[in-house]
């Protein structure tokens, strides 16, 4: 039996994760702000600290041990943040993946497949139809399972395994099954995911089949599922590993040291901007707490960290609403819709760390249609990145801003995508041409092709 601290007082129900519903960013944002600031200097190691790791609270600072028992949220409500007391510069990584950079990160090793070191595509058509100075493409659909999701992993099931749990589980519309399943097979460990009857693509249920889950088909939504496996976890029945999970965030925040080290390495700089797909936050916030760390350790200046500039649907899009109205929390959306169904989110669990981060950098966030998504997941293929809808919004995005003059022409930029084609193959087919039929011989074909 897992013991569960500090969840049932923060569970709401039919929010998309467990914080309070009225806590968003209301009351708290200040005090977020202040401790999430990019001139915030390198924490100080309490006393409840192991081996230079611990947990801290956003909104009130407290402080807890990482792993003496399983802990998601403070008992103020706030989220959870990972915290070390010594903070690694560009010199202390070596190897590659998610693991060279286990000087940041709360082990040496994790459970591994490998995953990390996707490659940072040049897309030199994309790159001057928008007409700025660099245009690079960090392609985390190369990971093992075929998402970002797998860098969370690495490090969420190690910890699953320091705390001797005995069952993983998450609630999933496709890509973090995918992963836990493959990680938690890899651990050796009972792996439980929740999905909602019909509702998932094809590819990925297939993959959790495949390495072994107990996959359960839920008579109800997302939403549905996600009360469930809450239950389950206030239970102490399983170990939840969606993004509420501090220690997920920490393999994210790897994708932005890689793609700092790719500018530096060819063009002697780092990023001007990083645009990237919202759902749930995590990656904005995982990036940003990157920078963050690197501007502690002295690595990085405050002037040289990238803009990060969020991209949804025009049908999920509460943190735009946000930034763009100068709002202090973020408003659930309780009706959402968009054939990108990674990021068919109403009520971003990250927002409290996500939004500071936007902010913080100097950033933005915007709003896309799906067919500006489905146009961009083409172009992209053209280029030979095949993405799926929700990847692509960041180069929809993109696109909207440079139009607006917001993304100006001398600024190099990152395009984060976070899933592989192949993770929704109707999608693809649906964008993509029709075959064309011709008869069974050679001059039939020939025919067609002069045609």
């Known amino acids: 039996m897992i013991t569960l601290v500090a969840l049932v007082a923060v569970v709401a129900r039919g929010n998309v994760w467990v914080y309070p519903a009225d806590f968003c960013l209301r009351g708290a944002f200040a005090s977020v702000m202040d401790s999430l600031s990019l001139d915030e200097p390198a924490p100080v190691a309490p006393d409840v600290a192991g081996d230079g790791v611990w947990l801290a609270c956003i909104e009130c600072g407290d402080a807890f041990a990482p792993f003496e028992g399983v802990r998601y949220t403070c008992d103020c409500g706030g989220l959870l943040e990972v915290r070390y007391a010594d903070l690694p510069t560009f010199e202390d990584f070596e190897g590659r993946g998610v693991w060279r950079y286990a000087a ?3 082990f040496d090793v994790g459970v591994t497949l490998p995953e990390g070191d996707t490659p940072l595509h040049r897309v030199p058509d994309l790159e001057d ?11 985390e659909g190369m990971n093992p399972t075929g998402a970002f999701k797998d860098r969370g ?3 969420g099931v190690r ?3 320091e705390l001797d749990v005995g069952r993983l589980a998450c609630a999933s519309t496709g890509n973090t099954s995918a992963a836990l399943s493959a990680y938690g097979a890899r651990a050796n460990m009972e792996t439980l995911v929740l999905l909602p009857a019909g509702k998932v693509a094809a590819g990925k249920v297939a993959q959790a089949s495949l390495h072994g889950a107990r996959i359960l088909e839920v008579d109800g939504n997302f939403d549905t599922c996600l009360d469930i496996v809450q239950d389950l976890a206030m239970a102490g029945d399983a170990y939840l590993l969606n993004s509420l999970n501090p220690f997920r965030l920490e393999g994210q925040k790897t994708i932005g040291l890689e793609i700092l080290e790719g500018f530096r390495d060819d063009y002697g700089t780092f990023p001007d901007r990083i645009v990237l797909p919202v759902g749930n936050a995590g990656n904005t916030a995982a990036l940003y707490k990157c920078f963050r760390e690197l501007v ?8 040289e960290v990238p803009t990060l500039t969020g991209v949804q649907a025009e049908g999920a899009a509460p943190m735009v609403e946000a930034v763009r109205e100068g709002n202090d929390e973020v408003q659930r959306w309780e009706d959402v819709e ?23 950098t100097g950033g933005t966030a915007v709003a896309v249609s799906d067919d500006e998504i489905t146009t961009a997941q083409r172009d992209l293929a053209g280029e030979g990145v095949g993405v799926e809808p929700a990847s692509a919004a960041s180069l929809a995005g993109a696109r909207k801003l440079r139009d607006d003059g917001v993304i ?6 990152a395009l984060l995508t976070t899933g592989h084609l192949l993770k929704d193959p ?9 075959p064309e039929q011709v008869p069974g011989t050679t001059e039939g074909v020939r025919a067609h092709l002069e045609d």
């Open 296 to 303: 502690q350790s002295g690595a990085l200046e405050p002037s």
């Open 129 to 139: 139809e928008l007409g700025v100075e660099a245009l690079r493409v960090k392609h």
């Open 104 to 106: 940041a990160l709360p």
């Open 426 to 434: 109707d999608a693809a087919a649906a964008a993509g041409g029709d």
């Open 408 to 413: 100006g022409s001398d600024e190099r930029v």
């Open 153 to 155: 992993m690495t490090v």
């Open 159 to 161: 910890v699953a395994q």
């Open 338 to 360: 968009t054939r990108a169904t990674a990021i068919r989110i109403g009520n971003p669990v990250n927002a409290p760390k996500a939004l500071p981060g936007i902010r913080e």
